[in-house]
């Protein structure tokens, strides 16, 4: 009888450490599972004086700084050392807006040191608006630019990346999906 209860002893010591590794186990899957799937929360940002909007993911923990030098919307992203800026003009009386864009690309690289990978300027269509886009490289930036026709005026969005670090989601993955949630709240 008394060996009964050392194999029953055994067995629950056995049963107990294979629950406590089991359960050890499914903590280490789930942490490093929920880590590594993307959040599908959103937060929506208007612009100074509510006449667009964008939405972006809530991973870049994006915060919205006050109006900012000229720029309508300013989002800054600390956690990824990232930063989207958006301006417009109107461009009613723009004979063509490649020519404005092309001098605007001119400009803004002259601002920047050390210059990479300037791409040409091409365009296209999202969310039903005529798109042009650029982007080069800094030492330390990945910049992207859009101008996103609508209505008599072209918004300017300015996406400013850190390519120094090795970043557990990246911006650029991104832009695609902020450019089309972009949306007229109030037409000034």
Known sequence: MNTFFTKKKIFFIILFILIVALAIGAFIFFKFFYKNTKKDTYSEYSSYLNIFSIKANDIFEFKRLEEYQGYELVLESEKYNSSIYIS??????????????????????????????????????????????????????????????????????????DINKNYEYNLKDYIEEIIKSFKIINKA
Request: overall charge negative; some cysteine.
């Open 88 to 161: 417009s003009f109107d461009c009613s009386s723009v004979r063509s807006i490649y020519t404005v864009i092309n001098a605007d690309k001119s400009d803004f690289c002259t601002k920047f040191e050390n210059i990479k990978d300037i791409s040409e300027i091409s365009n296209g269509n999202i969310s039903d608006n005529t798109y042009y886009e650029y982007h080069f490289s800094t030492q330390d930036k990945f910049i992207q630019v859009y101008y996103i026709v609508k209505d008599n005026k072209v918004y300017v969005f300015d996406f400013y990346i």
